[in-house]
Structures are given as C-alpha cells and as structure tokens.
C-alpha cells in the first residue's frame, strides 16, 4: 500500500467483521428525532423495511422545527405548522402506522430537562416499543445543540421508562388501548444514527427510493437543508443521499445501506 500523502490523516479499513447486519423487524419501534426530517435522514430506510414486514412504527418529534429557515421574514407559527404536516406525511410515506408525537420544545434550545424526560419516558411507557432508535449523543466534533441533547435526552429516558422508580406517576394512567395502568417498560434494543462507533448495518437497498421519497415530503427543508432551490438541485440532493448509503453499504456488500450503533442489554 502507498504511504498516506504528507499531512494526511491516516484512513482507517472498516473492519466489516465487527458488525452485526439486519435485525428482525420488531414488533413495535420508536424513533426519536430532534427535529422533523432527522427520522428520515437518520434511519428512514431501516423503519420503512421494517415497516413493510409489519412492525408498528411510532414517530416522536422533539422540537418545533421553528428554526428551520433561512427567511428572515419567515411566519415561525406557519413553519411549525407545516413542518408537522411535513413529517406526518414523511412517516406515511415510510410506512408507519404508529403515532407521531409532537413534544414541542423550541428548536435550537433542546435541552435534557426533568420535563422533557418525563414526557419522552411516558411516550416509551405507552408505546411499548421493542426497538428505539435515536441520535447518537456521543458523537464527536458535532456542532448543532439540539442533536446532542436529543441523544442524551432519549438515553435517559429509557432509563427512566425502564426503572419502576422513576416518574411514578405514570402508573397512575390508563393504556387506551388495553385499559391497564402504565408500566414501566424496557426495550430491548437501541439503534443510534450518525454514530460515533458505527458496530451495525442495515441493508437499504429495497428502501433507498422510499426514504427518498419521504425525505421530499419535508419541502419547506427544501432551501436550507436539502440546498435543493429547483429541480436539478434536488436532483443533485437525491444523488449525494444514494452516493452516502452506496458508501455505506460497499464495505458490506450491500448496494445502500444505513449504518448505526447498536447497544442491547438496555
Ligand atoms: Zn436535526
């Protein structure tokens, strides 16, 4: 092999045999978001196969997504509004048939409050997923506030919804659907996306197309995130997202992939 070029970090093999590759479909999943669209780019694949094999896929959405703009005269109730008619269409598009839960706080100003867990581990309590998926807080080097504390937010609450201790309030409420009282309640898997030590891969070959096709429902992202302005902007958007899951996917033998950090033994 050359010696790396001066100056250059040295690049690291994957070494492909320290993954685990595609869970079972579970019966029930959650995917916690900072903001609308973080559930597609994160693991819309994952959920939308998933989905098609019939688990239950339950959307919770931390933030307002008020931020989500780069019009300074932009009507911030107006985006909110349609970023949540955005991602209830996004998770359609994938498939889910669970709930989407809007949990409301000011985008760009998450924070892991006694108030936020509480309502996130009421949300795991009545949901009941197997699996939760979620930003990786301990990625390094990231910028933006809101995905760092959405990853601690959603660890500590699983600690929260799992421990009998915690929030004892809770059991004071019904499950609509069965008429029992909350339990407390733990999943058996955690699936965190953009992650720091990715150890899992799932195949997203079959999905990439539906994953692009719920991330287009996020059109006020359009601008911003996607730098999609028109038509062949977009079409420049759709080639870096499959080029990514290609390069994902590659050393695994995959033609796409979603790659994540997977921790069991919650
Ligand atoms: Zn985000």
């Known amino acids: 092999m050359a010696a790396n070029e001066p100056g250059q970090p040295a690049v690291n093999p994957i070494d492909t045999s320290a993954f685990t590759h595609n869970h079972p479909a579970p019966a029930r999943a959650l995917a916690v978001g900072a903001h609308p669209d973080d559930i ?50 996004a998770a359609r598009r994938i498939g889910a048939t669970g709930s989407v839960t809007f949990l409301g706080a000011v985008d760009g100003e998450l924070e892991n409050t006694h108030a936020l867990r509480d309502q996130l581990s009421r949300l795991i309590r009545i949901v009941q997923p197997d699996v939760v998926l979620g930003h990786d807080p301990w990625k ?12 601690f937010l959603l660890t500590d609450s699983i600690v929260a919804a799992r421990d009998p201790h915690f929030f004892r309030q809770h059991f004071n409420l019904t499950d609509l659907q069965t008429g029992q009282p909350l339990t407390h ?9 953009e992650a720091d030590a990715p150890n899992h891969v799932e195949d997203a070959t079959a999905m990439i197309d539906t994953k692009l096709h719920a991330l287009e429902a996020h059109a ?47």
């Open 185 to 193: 309640h733990r999943p058996s898997a955690l699936f965190l996306w």
């Open 40 to 89: 597609e780019f994160g693991c819309g694949a994952t959920l939308a196969k998933w989905a098609a094999a019939g688990c239950v896929v339950h959307y919770a959405v931390l933030t307002d997504g008020s931020k989500g703009t780069w019009d300074v005269n932009a009507d911030t109730s107006q985006l909110v509004a349609a970023r949540q008619s955005e991602q209830r269409e």
């Open 140 to 151: 390094r080097y990231r910028l933006h506030p809101d995905h760092r504390a959405a990853g």
């Open 220 to 266: 006020s992202q359009f601008e911003s995130t996607m730098k999609a302005t028109d038509e062949s902007a977009l079409d420049a958007f759709r080639q870096r997202l499959r080029a990514r899951a290609a390069t994902l996917g590659s050393p695994h033998g995959y033609g796409a992939a979603e790659v994540f950090h997977l921790m069991r033994d919650l």
